[in-house]
């Protein structure tokens, strides 16, 4: 089946600064790639997607490349501020067989912005 | 758009007895819905995947028995704890895929049981 690294597990930054957190899949077949933000005690919030045949999709300070030769994902956040603070969960999901559907996440990074 | 809710936020039971937790999309159709289990600081964790009018599919090493999910309409799909534990605390969050998507998935506030 497919398997998602994520890293760092943690990140830290300054308000203002920018945050970058990557993400590798195994499974060639996954052409849909989600990011979520989930903060304390809430469920995962959908923050960005995007799918196996765009490179790149922006929305305001959010943005995910993709490299599908290379199998990886970043999820970049410019002018980082406070409340950015959270876990962010990269995911995969395949488009053919049993699993159809299903995402795979990655373990998640824990993002703290300083003011 | 694409709102998911759960019943109840949280939970507190005894050892024994069951809990049941409802998901609902409030302004769309769900062709499937997933239940998922987090405990602290880690990843979600894939319990089980149902669709409407079927037998919900379990993931390796999860009890079917102990974990009871009814789908009975594009809108609404519980899952039961059955003779919940203390080992069954968790936070449990479920998802829904709208009917017009293809594998978009949205995820409902999550639901902390707490069993004593």
């Known amino acids: 089946g497919e398997n998602v690294e994520q890293h760092p597990s943690t990140l830290s930054v300054q308000e203002g600064d920018s945050a970058v957190i990557k993400c590798t899949y195994s499974d060639s077949a996954s052409n849909y790639f989600p990011w979520y933000k989930q903060e304390l005690g809430k469920g995962p919030q959908l923050i960005i997607d995007i799918r196996s045949n765009v490179g790149e999709k922006k929305d305001q300070r959010i943005a995910v490349t993709l490299n599908k030769t290379a199998k990886h994902f970043s999820l970049h956040i410019t002018e980082t501020q406070p409340e950015d603070s959270a876990v962010y969960f990269c995911?995969?999901?395949?488009?053919?067989?049993?699993?159809?559907?299903?995402?795979?996440f990655g373990r998640g990074t824990q993002l703290t912005v300083w003011p | 758009g694409a709102v998911v809710s759960q019943h109840p936020s949280w939970v507190i039971c005894k050892s024994g007895t069951s809990v049941k937790i409802e998901c609902r999309s409030l302004d769309f159709q769900a062709t499937t819905m997933f239940w998922y289990r987090q405990f602290p600081k880690q990843s979600l964790m894939l319990m089980a995947t149902s669709n409407e009018g079927s037998k919900a599919t379990y993931e390796q090493g999860v009890e079917k028995d102990k974990f009871l999910i009814n789908h009975a309409s594009l809108t609404l799909s519980t899952l039961t704890v059955t003779s919940a534990h203390p080992e069954d605390s968790s936070f449990y969050i479920c998802?829904?895929?709208?009917?017009?998507?293809?594998?978009?998935?949205?995820f409902g506030p999550g639901t902390r049981l707490t069993v004593l």
């Open positions: 998802s829904a895929t709208p009917w017009s998507s293809y594998n978009e998935q949205f």
């Open positions: 995911a995969a999901t395949p488009d053919r067989g049993s699993t159809l559907g299903r995402l795979y």
